[in-house]
């Protein structure tokens, strides 16, 4: 073979690979991305039961309770137009607080957000930018832009 | 007053750069060597200024001098004395500052260790590296100078995010920094080498101990941030593919591939362009993680502030580094001359079948990265990638690489013959069967973990065998292989010691991923808990007044079979400053498996949440990762790096031989 055969032969060894990657990231895609929806879309729109979502807002104020077990944790997100009962289970993250932003992931099952997973990585000056876009959305947005 | 020193010194150092980014072009256009030669008293006068601003700044954080706004935003007079001096980095303006300044650092390494460059190719290499510079340092004077002043200026700070009071995060971010700010010299060669239509085995050599500086650091800083998150996050995980990671790790990805093709450029001539191009889009990516970090467009830890018109400019100025290197490779790259050609089945088709998974595995984390940011700016959608995304679509494209990575150095150049190169491949074969059995065996499962740990054994099994195979071991007597071992060259131990820390870091993550335990539970004073074999029993729970912090101290005493291993105590830190709370892991490690427990917050009914998590192999990772970068440092002693002058063999242009004795 000449060496313009073994190019195409490199060629093909390219194409191949970025081919799998493409078949790779597609399925996973299909398979791996969350949604985010605020209160307001959880009440709009009906989900299944068995589709993993993510719902952001503030912590209600005053809607923490802590059951019994010392682990189970109920608490109300809203966009201050609509609201979401949330229950969880474990230890919360340490940013986690009343009236701050706090993003929720799991199931929405009967009306009720069972979340596996609750985010409050942002610092005391601003909140995730999902949160804030959503309360922009209902129209409850206080804050400045740029902070 | 230090403060307006500080901005003066700043100012001086952009007047620099103009001069360094426009001068010595001009020399190298007109033949003028006094010009050229300004480049790098040019770069010298650039890093001091750079650091006198940088020691203000400093200066600033360690004496609370509240009139200063970065302060007063950032620190608190109660803060120990080591975070006053890392949170001089711990926000926005000081880490852009600190950003440049690495920059510069790294100008003024290669105005003085690049003696024996030629003269006008240096010119171009320090000129592309200070219009980076500059562009930096217009974005920190006009959109976040850290000097800028309060008035009045308040009683006290509002300290620093409690997260970032942390000794790793005294080190993370420079040693990050110093990683892919670093492959910036890599671009500046790639760049010049393309202005000056000088891309050879020589070129590559020039470029090699810059980019495994940078790797080592890269690699050592993006290690210390995982072990950072692991202990200080209180999750139990060391890394969450989050997009700040992601930001670091695409470079890594890049550098990792650049290091192994320029092995091709220089010793085969061959795969040059696609060496540049790694060079360009390395750099590209480093430009890209400081625009998402910096620009506030990801929510994360790292983000300290969102201002749109820090994003614009830093867009701005992405499009016009990487758009700019990018027409000009796409200009001058089918110029180049191509080297020695070669078979699938060789040294040079192993590595390029290493970059090409580098590079595809790269673009699936830049997929999954930028993904959620497309779609939100496109469709309005807010859609998070997480993990599953990531190892999915990540972690089957480094399996082949794995493969790869013990077949290909028992390959020859240009062509090897599958009769040569299969029954080498007895040994590693061997072991890799021999770790499934002994793991399946052992754990039961699953069938990942069987699989990565048997990748593991064949990695290191290739190791060795290839070690074995260069000192001729078994086939002439043991003497003249001890001899042959002693005389090996830096590079074949470096290759073999980083490979090895591969091996290692594969263990270690397909421990963490498959046999992790966790239980999660409320505990009173004097309940006990088992997990994977060890009894923890929580003793008492109190509080502990800290320097600028409360903190709920837990004590833990860890039993294996009723004898006390270890007593922990886990912490949850109240700072009241800001009013936050920190999660405060404790972790023994037994090097086989960290036992890890956490702190949560106390129950209605009595007692204290408690989460114990069992990271077998855990430790693993870093070490690793350390191995990998004593690899890389091995590799920077090589004595090849530090001839760095072109042979005289080699056709040299003639304007460069006339002032080579420089």
Known sequence: MKRKHWRLVFLGAGLGALGLAAGLVLTALDDTLVFFHDPSTLKERAFPAEQRLRVGGLVEEESVVRADDGLTVRFVITDLAHTVPVTYRGILPDLFREGQGVVAEGYLKGGVFEADEVLAKHDENYMPREVADALKKSGNWKGEDAE | ?662
């Open chain 2, 1 to 662: 007053m230090i403060a307006e020193i500080g901005h003066y010194a700043l100012v001086l150092a952009l007047a620099m750069t103009l001069v360094q980014a426009v001068a010595p072009p001009l020399g190298a256009r007109l033949g003028d060597g006094a010009l050229m030669a300004l480049a790098r008293p040019a770069a010298a006068a650039q890093f001091l200024f750079i650091s006198a601003a940088l020691a203000c700044l400093m200066h600033a954080f360690v004496v609370s001098d509240f009139s200063v706004v970065t302060v007063a935003d950032n620190s608190h007079s109660a803060k120990p004395l080591l975070y006053k001096f890392t949170g001089t980095w711990g926000n926005h303006e000081g880490s852009m500052l600190l950003w440049v300044w690495i920059l510069a650092v790294y100008g003024a390494l290669v105005a003085a260790f690049g003696r024996n460059l030629p003269p006008r190719f240096r010119a171009w290499v320090l000129a592309v590296q200070a219009f980076v510079g500059l562009g930096f340092l217009v974005f920190i004077l006009a959109t976040s100078n850290p000097f800028l002043r309060l008035d009045p200026a308040p009683f006290d700070g509002r300290d620093l995010n409690p997260l970032l009071q942390d000794p790793g995060l005294a080190f993370h971010p420079p040693l990050l920094y110093l990683g892919y700010v670093g492959l910036s010299t890599a671009f500046s060669f790639a760049v010049a080498a393309l202005i000056e239509g000088r891309v050879n085995a020589a070129w590559a050599r020039w470029v090699r101990p810059w980019t495994l500086l940078s790797w080592c650091a890269l690699t050592a800083g993006i290690a210390l941030g995982s072990w950072w998150a692991y202990y200080e996050l209180g999750w139990g995980g060391y890394w969450f593919w989050d997009p700040v990671e992601n930001a670091s790790f695409m470079p890594w990805l890049m550098a990792t591939a650049l290091l192994h093709s320029s092995i091709v450029a220089e010793k085969r001539d061959s795969l040059k362009s696609w060496t540049v191009l790694l060079a360009i889009l390395g750099f590209s990516l480093s430009l890209l993680g400081t625009f998402l970090v910096r620009s506030g467009v990801l929510t994360s830890v790292h983000s300290f502030a969102s201002d749109p018109a820090r994003g614009v400019y830093i867009l701005v100025f992405l499009v016009v580094v990487i758009g700019g290197s990018l027409t000009l490779y796409a200009w001058r790259a089918p110029g180049m001359r191509a080297g020695g050609s070669f078979r699938p089945l060789s040294r040079e088709g192993s590595l390029l079948a290493n970059n090409l998974l580098l590079a595809v595995g790269c673009a699936t984390v830049f997929i999954g990265t930028l993904y959620p940011l497309v779609l939100d700016a496109l469709a309005g959608q807010k859609v998070s990638v997480g993990p599953p995304f990531f190892e999915s679509t990540f972690v089957p494209l480094m399996i082949p690489l794995l493969l790869m990575m013990a077949a290909g150095p028992l390959m020859a150049w240009k062509r090897a013959g599958p009769g040569a190169v299969l029954p080498r491949l007895a040994v590693p074969l061997v072991c890799a069967a021999a770790v499934a059995a002994a793991v399946a065996a052992r754990s039961g499962g699953p069938w990942g973990a069987v699989l990565g740990m048997a990748l593991a054994g064949w990695v290191a099994a290739g190791v060795l065998t290839e070690l074995a195979e260069r000192i001729r071991l078994f086939r002439v007597p043991l003497g003249e292989s001890a001899r042959r071992l002693a005389g090996l060259p830096r590079a074949a131990w470096a290759m073999s010691i980083a490979h090895l820390g591969v091996a290692v870091l594969v263990v270690g993550t397909v421990g963490a991923g498959n046999w992790a335990g966790e239980r999660e539970q409320v505990m009173r004073p004097g309940d006990s808990v088992a997990l994977a074999g060890y009894d923890f029993q929580l003793l008492d729970i109190g509080d502990v007044p800290g320097p600028n912090y409360l903190a709920r101290q837990g004590r833990v005493r860890v039993s294996d079979g009723g004898e006390e291993i270890a007593l922990l105590l886990p912490e949850r830190r109240h700072y009241p400053v800001q009013d936050t709370w920190t999660t405060e892991a404790a972790i023994h490690t037994t090097w086989l498996a960290d036992l890890y427990v956490v702190v949560g917050e106390d129950a209605p009914g009595g007692g204290t949440a408690v989460r114990i998590h069992h990271n077998p192999l855990v430790p693993w990772i870093w070490i690793g990762a350390l191995v990998m970068v004593a690899g890389g440092a091995v590799s920077l002693t090589d004595r090849r790096h530090r001839v760095g002058a072109p042979t005289r063999r080699r056709a040299v242009p003639a304007t460069a031989t006339a002032t080579a004795g420089d």
